[in-house]
């Protein structure tokens, strides 16, 4: 039937009266969830972290190809912020385009993911936890090996000098 006989149908106009107020109330549900998003995305840019974490909350795999879900912590189109990711993986295609992935800050991303994801927040902040941890040892390890390179640049560069006695002695104590 053509879409202006529907307009017509009287029996229609029931349902799209219920399909607004839903609408106005999975938007409101939609606009809190965010809102709490936001609060947590504001509490973690305080530490100032730096650091990427992921949490699979869903994953199938069948034959050659994979599809998995994830929600992290990351920088997302140039922000910080918790997000969800999607990957699909064919491992019939070359190597180097056997992996697809789609990338959303948590707000922008389809809605099902966010309802699917929300369990797996605590994940993500513990997750978050031990990379950060890894992360500040890994630092702390690399540091040793900089500062030794420094130390050994500037000797090369800047040797030690004699003491004004000992060039007055002509080189003897």
Known sequence: MPLSEGGNNPAIAPSLEQLSKTAISLNKASDRLNQAINQLNEALKKLNLGVSS???FYSDEEGPFSDWHEIGYGKINGKWGIGIRKSFED???????????????????????????????SKVIEQLNK????TTQAITEKTVDAEKLAQAIEAILDPPRRSVDTRNAGGKQ
Do not use: G, H, Y
């Open 54 to 56: 992921w949490v699979t």
């Open 91 to 121: 491992l019939n295609c070359p190597q180097d385009n056997q992996v697809e992935t789609t990338e959303w800050q948590f707000s922008e991303a389809p809605r099902e993911m966010r309802v699917q994801a929300i369990p797996f927040l």
């Open 131 to 134: 990379d950060a941890e890894m």
